[in-house]
């Protein structure tokens, strides 16, 4: 397998990758961009999934959303859109690659990812097959599921506060990882990360809490017209099971839906776990591109 920095422009913004291609000359590769989750980089989880997939015979592409990492970018600006418009320009860029075959490029995407590799899925229709992994159905549940009706109400209060703080005095309130996300496992999870991986310290605009509440791939995966792979955690407490389920039901043929058994979340990318997702990843990716 070889490895190679790599770059582009999405609306201008450089964006910062890593192509991994399998080893010796090959040419006309099938594709397969990784899509990470929320406030992640190229360099965390991703790189046992691009490698696996290179030794399988992909080109593969991981790389920073703007904003983060290596990428340039406003530092920490979280805009599910605007991710999902830097997803469309790296499958451009891949179709401009001579090792690769322009109609046979596929997404994976975890997590926050996997939500974005959906719907951008369903407006894109270069897209030859997608793999999700871990992620949600609802933006909104994800952050309100656990809260009572007060909780939300203030909130929403909240909310409301600092988008006309941001309107009216430009004043904009960041928040680190660990304060946007509500989630015990997931907070204790970039704390290490972060500790190890100093470039991913970078504060959120408590904002992008509006962006996920309104980030609901349910609602349109139904127009992805490429097959679709979901992969759940049985005891994932950052996206429950059930979200997958919920995606898997409203989701056209052909999909197919794995429940790694006894998993929680941050467990799904290594070991047993991950033996047992990259196994049926690859094979999905081979029966449809």
Known sequence: MNKRKVSF?????????????PAGKQEKLPAVVLCHGFSGTKELLLPAYAEGLAESGY??????????????????????????????????????LGEVDPERIGFWGTSFGGANAIRVAAIDKRIRAITVQLTFASGRRMVTGNMDTEAVRKLEETLKKVRERAVTQNKVLRL??????????????????????????????????????????????????????????????????????????RAREPKKMLLLEGC???????????????????????ACM
């Not at 995966?221 to 898997?248: H, K, R, T, W, Y």
């Open 9 to 21: 422009f999405s609306e201008g913004t450089p964006i910062a990758g890593e192509l991994y291609l």
């Open 59 to 96: 080109a593969v592409l991981a790389f920073d959303y703007r904003g983060f990492g290596e990428s340039e970018g406003e530092r920490g600006r979280l805009v599910p859109d605007e991710q999902m418009t830097d997803i469309r320009n790296a499958v451009t860029y891949m179709q401009t």
């Open 176 to 249: 680190n990882a660990g304060q946007i996300l509500t989630d015990e496992e997931s907070k204790a999870f970039f704390e290490k990360v972060t500790q190890q991986n100093p470039q991913l310290n970078v504060k959120i605009p408590f904002i992008t809490l509006q962006h996920i509440l309104e980030h609901n791939p349910e609602d349109c995966i139904a127009e992805v017209g490429c097959p679709v792979l979901i992969i759940a955690a049985e005891n994932d407490g950052v996206c429950p099971p059930s979200e997958s389920q919920m995606l898997f039901e």
């Open 264 to 286: 929680r979340h941050y467990d799904a990318y290594a070991g047993e776990p991950f033996r047992k997702g990259i196994a049926e990843i690859r094979q999905w990716f081979s």
